[in-house]
């Protein structure tokens, strides 16, 4: 996602998204453990995508 569609989320679907996401980047690192990740390039894009979304609450709450 941009950061664009980040921001015009609410700060409860931001929490929300946040957890998905390292819930997502858990998942990832274990396929990865294990030689199951076809894509390991995902495992970066999920990274960024959780520092944007903590970029954008740092915003809301600032």
């Known amino acids: ?3 664009k569609e980040f921001r015009e989320l609410s700060t409860e679907q931001l929490e929300t998204k946040l957890t998905e996401l ?3 980047l858990f998942n ?3 396929q990865h453990a294990i030689n199951q990740l076809e ?3 995902k495992i ?3 990274k960024r995508d959780i520092a944007r979304v903590m970029t954008v609450l740092h915003e ?3």
């Open 44 to 46: 970066t894009d999920v």
């Open 60 to 62: 809301k709450n600032a």
């Open 22 to 24: 390292k819930r997502e």
């Open 1 to 3: 996602m941009k950061v």
């Open 28 to 30: 990832l690192r274990f």
């Open 39 to 41: 894509n390991p390039h």
